[in-house]
Structure formats: structure tokens, C-alpha cells
């Protein structure tokens, strides 16, 4: 019978990770307000120490703080951006979000805009025939956005800033039509994205494809569950001895068509070998399609790659545990990425239930 429970270790284990990776990314420095150490903490691994962008959209940009309201600064971190790699901070107080919403103020050089919330008159129909030879090569087919996690491996290297999916309902709920008519006429400077007049776009055209762009618009946003009951990792013990638990777990990889790489003892690195030392082996295997296919989709794949399987015995208990890859999926919030993350707890079960027949 398979048992999955959190092992407290191991999940302190993964958020050390977590916490040195994002550490080493976000350099904190000296923060002066709680506004901006909690940008820090929060966004600048994505969107940059000082907002000049990298994975996420440049956030200290003239062109981009013209556009943006205070409200939509506000409502774009509550809601994220489901389904792309903007998390959404549901779980932030008020009070924090409202600090952070300031500290972008501190790096604006006129007032926030206040954008109305009237509906812009236009044809949608007449907007998706623009959209489709102007904006698409950007924006992709219906608005689904630009490919990849903006990171080099992903996207074209001369398109330094993954252009933002504009069917996005985090979008569509924070942005009212004025601020999209507005975007769409100005463009941005200093960022890939073209102003009306470049592309020769009439004031019809504009009102055409913010119709357009609205009727992506599915006015109530559906929250996937999060962090629910999927437990971090994946635990089945073995009926069998140490040693020949390694060796099933080794038969059942390649069963899996994939390729075992090594092992590594616990204290490997260490001269802490004594009798009583716990025995543990990491089994470390991968299938390079596999890790190749994962990596073109999300980067951060490669955080928990190649795969491993933990074999300890602890007080007479022979344990194989692995991580549990629907339980990362939660945290990437990337569709695209879920399915590998399906496939690879598949796998990963196949394999600790293989190893204990
Ligand atoms: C050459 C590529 C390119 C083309 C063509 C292009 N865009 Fe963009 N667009 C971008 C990029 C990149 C951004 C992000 C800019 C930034 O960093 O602020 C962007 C941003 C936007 C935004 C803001 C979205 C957000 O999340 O804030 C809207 C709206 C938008 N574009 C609409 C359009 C429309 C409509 C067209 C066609 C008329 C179009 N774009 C054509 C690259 C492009
Ligand atoms: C894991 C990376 C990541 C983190 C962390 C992150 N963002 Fe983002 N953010 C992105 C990406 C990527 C986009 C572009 C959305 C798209 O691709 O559709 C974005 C978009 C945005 C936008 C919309 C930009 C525009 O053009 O209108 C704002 C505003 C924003 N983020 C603010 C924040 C703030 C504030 C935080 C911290 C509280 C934060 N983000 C944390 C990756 C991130």
C-alpha cells in the first residue's frame, strides 16, 4: 500500500533551497521602507533590484508608470497572472501590498494616472482582423502571449522582454479599457512594444482592438485551489533490506526507460561516518528527452532536475521517498508545466511502487 506524507525534514530541506536561491538571485542590499524590502523580498528575483525587469516586465520604466494606476498596481499583485509566471500574492495583507504600491510611486517622475472605467466603443471582429497581422507575432495567437519564462533559454534573444499575454484575466480585471486604449496608442519606450503611429494604426483600429481585447474578458477570475491537499513529498516503504531496496530502485528506473547517473551516500563530503549513522542513498536518474522537453517550458523545471529517489533506513524501516511533482506544480502556476509535473508524479509513483513488489 503507498503512504504519502510530508516528511519535515525533507520539506525544511526544500524551503532552505528555495530561500538561498532566492536569496542569491535578489542581492537585498539595504532596504530604507518596508515598501521596498518587501519589493525585495517579493519581486525583485523576477522584475529586478531596482525594477529594470529580467524574467518579469520592466517595472521602473517612464513609459510603463505613465500607464499604470495605482489601483492596477494593486489589483495585478492580488491576482497575479494565472496560468503565466506572475504569482498571485492572494495571500499578502492589504497593508504590505499598499507599501509596495508606494514604493513603485518613489520611482515615478509625474503623478500615478487614475484611468475611468467607461467601456471603450470599438468592433471586436474588426479588432481580431488587426490584431492578427499586427500584434500576433508579439502577443501570440489569440492573445495567449509570448512563449516561454523570458529567461534566454526560451525566447528569442533579440526579444529581450517576454511580451505579456493579453487574454489574460489578471490582466483583463486589473486594466480597464482606458488604460489599454492608452497603451496601445503610446507603446513603450526603451521596451519592444511599438506605439500606434509605428505600426500606422488609425484611432478606429485602436478602439477595434481594445473590443477585442475585452472580449477575452470572463468578468469573474477562477482561482485554482492552492496549496491544497497535495503533500510535498512522495513516501512508500520497502518490505525489503537497505541494500536491496537501492538495487530495486535502480531495476525499476530503467525499467522506466531511464538512465540511472549515480549515487550518493548521505555523508558523502562529510568524515562523519560512524556505526550509527543512518543509512541514506540518493539514487539520481534522468531521461534526457524528458529533461530537455521540461526545461524548454519552465526553467525553474531545472531547480528539482535530474530526477532522485531517497532510500534511508531509520529505526529498522527501509524508506524510498521522492519529491512530489504535482505538489510543485502548485507552486508554478504554469499550465503548460502541470502536465509534465502529471506525468512525472505518474513516474515517479510507478517507479517507489515497482521497487516495493
Ligand atoms: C514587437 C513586439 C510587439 C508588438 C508588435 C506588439 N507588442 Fe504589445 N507588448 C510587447 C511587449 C514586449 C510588451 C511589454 C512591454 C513592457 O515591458 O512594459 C507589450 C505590452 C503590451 C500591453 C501591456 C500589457 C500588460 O500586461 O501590461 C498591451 C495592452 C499590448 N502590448 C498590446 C498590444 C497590441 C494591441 C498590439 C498590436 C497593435 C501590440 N501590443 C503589438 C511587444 C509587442
Ligand atoms: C516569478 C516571477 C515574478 C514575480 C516573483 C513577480 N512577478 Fe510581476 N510579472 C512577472 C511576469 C513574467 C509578468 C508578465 C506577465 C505575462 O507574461 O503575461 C509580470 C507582470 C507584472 C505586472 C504587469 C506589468 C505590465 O506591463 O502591466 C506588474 C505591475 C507586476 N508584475 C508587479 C509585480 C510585483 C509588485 C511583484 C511583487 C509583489 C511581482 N510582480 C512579482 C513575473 C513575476
Redo the contacts with the bound molecule.
Keep these: 500500500m503507498k503512504t504519502f506524507k510530508i516528511t519535515f525534514k525533507f520539506y525544511l530541506q526544500l524551503t532552505l533551497f528555495i530561500y538561498s536561491v532566492l536569496v542569491s538571485f535578489s542581492q537585498p542590499g539595504f532596504a530604507e521602507s518596508k515598501g521596498e524590502s518587501l ?1 525585495l523580498e ?2 525583485a ?3 529586478g533590484t531596482d525594477g529594470q525587469g529580467g ?3 520592466p ?1 521602473s520604466l517612464d513609459d ?1 508608470l505613465k500607464s ?1 494606476s495605482e489601483d492596477y ?1 494593486k489589483k ?2 492580488r491576482l497575479g ?1 494565472p496560468n ?4 498571485s ?1 492572494y495571500w499578502m495583507s492589504e497593508s504590505d501590498i499598499n507599501e ?1 504600491v508606494s514604493y513603485l510611486d518613489s520611482w515615478r517622475k509625474s503623478p500615478a494616472p487614475k484611468w475611468d472605467s467607461k467601456t471603450v466603443k470599438g468592433d471586436p471582429l474588426a479588432g481580431k482582423l488587426v490584431y492578427k497581422n499586427k500584434c500576433a507575432s508579439c502577443h501570440g495567437e489569440d492573445g495567449r ?1 509570448g512563449k516561454g519564462s ?1 529567461l534566454h533559454f526560451s525566447r528569442s534573444i533579440g526579444m529581450i522582454i ?1 511580451p ?2 493579453l487574454n ?1 484575466q489578471g490582466l483583463l480585471n486589473s486594466a480597464p479599457d482606458a488604460m489599454l486604449h492608452y497603451i496601445i496608442n503610446n507603446g513603450r519606450k526603451d521596451t519592444p512594444m511599438p506605439s500606434a503611429s509605428t505600426l500606422g494604426l488609425s484611432k478606429t483600429d485602436i478602439n477595434d482592438l481594445v473590443s477585442y481585447i475585452r472580449s477575452f474578458h470572463l468578468k469573474s477570475i477562477i482561482h485554482k485551489p492552492l496549496y491544497s491537499e497535495e503533500p510535498a513529498s512522495l513516501i512508500q516503504e520497502s518490505p525489503y533490506s537497505f541494500d536491496e531496496t537501492v538495487e530495486n530502485v535502480k531495476r525499476a528506473i530503467t525499467g522506466s526507460n531511464f538512465v540511472h547517473i549515480r549515487d550518493q551516500a548521505l555523508t558523502s563530503g562529510f568524515d562523519i561516518e560512524t556505526k550509527d549513522s543512518p543509512r541514506q542513498t540518493i539514487i539520481y536518474f534522468c531521461n534526457f528527452s524528458f529533461l530537455y522537453d521540461a526545461l524548454k517550458i519552465d526553467p525553474r523545471a531545472g531547480m528539482f532536475l535530474p530526477c532522485r529517489i531517497t532510500v534511508t533506513e531509520q529505526q529498522d524501516k527501509v524508506l524510498m521517498m521522492s519529491i512530489n511533482p504535482k505538489h510543485l506544480s502548485q507552486l508554478f502556476n504554469n499550465d503548460a508545466l502541470d502536465e509534465s509535473c502529471d506525468q512525472m508524479y505518474e513516474l515517479y509513483s510507478g517507479i517507489l511502487e515497482d521497487a516495493s513488489l
Excluded at 503565466?84 to 504569482?87: F, G, S, Y
Design positions: 519589493y517579493n519581486c528575483i523576477c522584475h524574467m518579469g516586465i517595472l510603463f499604470a498596481i495585478t499583485i497572472r503565466r509566471i506572475m504569482p500574492f509596495i502571449g523570458g517576454t505579456p499575454a489574460n
